[in-house]
């Protein structure tokens, strides 16, 4: 079985923060993870994806997330918050020889000016 | 940039209505799928659709659920008779390939679809 735990449904930061979204996956075959985002009133757009390669994936925006297999995470960190950055995050995963996603429940970041 | 177009961006119905909603799928994509997302709860994978014919679906996708390729640009989701608990955001996705490494779902803007 498969699923994704998005710890924390609110995070606040001040902008020039340190953001941290968690995320844990269990699944039953290697994963591949991806971290989605959406702004207000568009689609989910991809931020960066974990496809076995390197441990620590970058990403747009200056986004990145560090593959932790013994913890099973797959966190994502920007080392500075900017107000454009508010949106809600997705992380996701895709079994191997899976063809389809499954989502966490999403982490809405606020940042404070 | 290419991206995936959805149509109605919103919907009202009244229950028991039927709905399609559309999608143009990035034109070079092969694999189309159809999510949804009741407020406050996870996105969650509906169907996904390859080669003219559905390659895998969920529990979610129940008979009254339906998808079609209706010509070479279109890829529909009908709701043959909605209920109340049908309330949701429906986003459609396609992508290149299917089950490889790589592969990324690239997502639309979205289907508010609201049951009365």
């Known amino acids: 079985a498969q699923s994704v735990t998005q710890l924390g449904s609110h995070v606040s930061v001040s902008e020039g923060a340190l953001v941290l979204l968690r995320c844990n996956y269990s699944?039953?075959?290697?994963?591949?993870l991806f971290w989605y985002v959406q702004y207000p009133n568009q689609g989910l757009q991809l931020l960066l994806k974990?496809?076995?390669?390197?441990?620590l994936v970058k990403g747009i925006n200056g986004f990145e997330a560090e593959f932790k297999k013994s913890e099973t995470s797959f966190h994502l960190t920007k080392p500075s918050a900017h107000m454009s950055d508010a949106a809600e995050y997705f992380c996701?995963?895709?079994?191997?020889?899976?063809?389809?996603?499954?989502f966490g429940t999403g982490t809405r970041l606020t940042v404070i000016p | 940039e290419p991206e995936v177009t959805q149509t109605p961006s919103h919907q009202v119905t009244q229950m028991g209505q039927e709905v399609i909603l559309r999608c143009v799928p990035i034109?070079?994509?092969?694999?189309f799928y159809w999510y949804r997302q009741i407020l406050g709860q996870k996105v969650e994978f509906l169907v996904s659709?390859?080669?003219?014919?559905?390659?895998?679906k969920s529990e979610i996708f129940d008979d009254q659920f339906s998808v079609e390729r209706p010509d070479g640009s279109n890829f529909t989701l009908k709701i043959r008779s909605t209920k109340l608990e049908d309330s949701a955001m429906y986003f459609c996705?396609?992508?290149?390939?299917?089950?490889?490494?790589?592969?990324?779902?690239?997502f639309g803007e979205g289907s508010w679809l609201t049951v009365v």
């Open positions: 996705a396609s992508s290149e390939a299917g089950r490889v490494a790589g592969n990324t779902i690239y």
């Open positions: 699944s039953s075959v290697p994963p591949y």
């Open positions: 974990y496809t076995s390669a390197a441990t």
């Open positions: 996701a995963v895709r079994p191997g020889g899976a063809n389809n996603l499954f």
């Open positions: 034109s070079n994509h092969l694999y």
């Open positions: 659709f390859y080669n003219n014919e559905i390659s895998e």
